[in-house]
């Protein structure tokens, strides 16, 4: 997957959009191809505006808890070495990339977003690991050990998946900066981790709080 392609993608909403590769301030291990804030000359037209709204690239950004969630694998490698690990909503793929990293036997990117999986194509590939990418959760689920996700309560019709996640695999590690109670107690708090996104999108300070937890699945 090359740069060229991701640029397309981006374009689709930002006529001037581009991707630079960067290294996360939250977690410099890993580089990834994100939106370059350079091209920015002023404030977007209302065209485009709406359109980055409508459908928004998310995978363009690494939000703050997914470099909070990879800093945290890559520190902490035996929770995933050995094991296959599925990175829900995986966006840039900054957490399936991490997995790899630490020596994950599989590493999952599961997105709905097609976008989304050329950029965990791409950014797998600049930090030279194999990671499968899949738009299919149900399909992915069939032989997973591990399950990392990143920011995907924002929207309250996805806490379902809590008892989903429980029910698929032997251990879930969640990064979340915006739900404050998951109404889950087997979602036991690790750390709170400071971060922000990246590109900064000078987002509220509560937003740049993550929370890490784990709960045992029932695999």
């Known amino acids: 997957m090359t740069k060229d392609k991701l640029i397309k993608n981006i374009q689709k909403t930002l006529s001037k959009g581009d991707v630079a590769i960067t290294q996360p301030a939250g977690c410099k291990a890993l580089s990834l191809y994100l939106f370059n804030p350079e091209v920015l000359e002023g404030p977007l ?3 485009e505006a709406q359109a980055v709204v409508a459908e928004p690239a998310y995978w363009s950004f690494c939000w703050a808890s ?3 969630l990879a800093s945290y694998i890559l520190q902490h490698p035996e929770l995933v070495a050995g094991k ?3 990175d829900f909503g995986a966006g840039s793929a900054i957490v399936a ?3 790899a990293k630490a020596g994950a036997n599989k590493a999952i990117a599961c997105d ?3 976008d989304a999986l050329d950029a965990a194509n791409a950014n797998a590939s600049l930090n ?3 990671v499968v ?5 149900e ?7 591990v399950i990392v996700a990143a920011d995907v309560l924002y929207d309250p019709e996805n806490m379902p998946f809590l008892k989903r996640f429980k029910q698929a695999a032997s251990l879930i590690i969640l990064a979340d900066s915006r739900v404050k109670n998951l109404g889950d107690e087997a979602y036991e708090l690790q750390q709170v981790i400071t971060c922000r996104t990246w590109p900064d999108l000078n987002e509220f300070e509560e937003f740049n709080q993550v929370r890490i937890y784990h709960a045992a699945g029932e695999r």
């Open 45 to 47: 037209s209302h065209d």
């Open 66 to 68: 997914g470099q909070a």
């Open 84 to 86: 296959n690990v599925l």
């Open 97 to 99: 990339i991490a997995a």
């Open 112 to 114: 709905i977003d097609p």
């Open 128 to 130: 030279n690991v194999e």
């Open 133 to 137: 990418v899949s738009e299919d959760l």
């Open 139 to 145: 399909q992915c689920l069939g032989d997973i050990d």
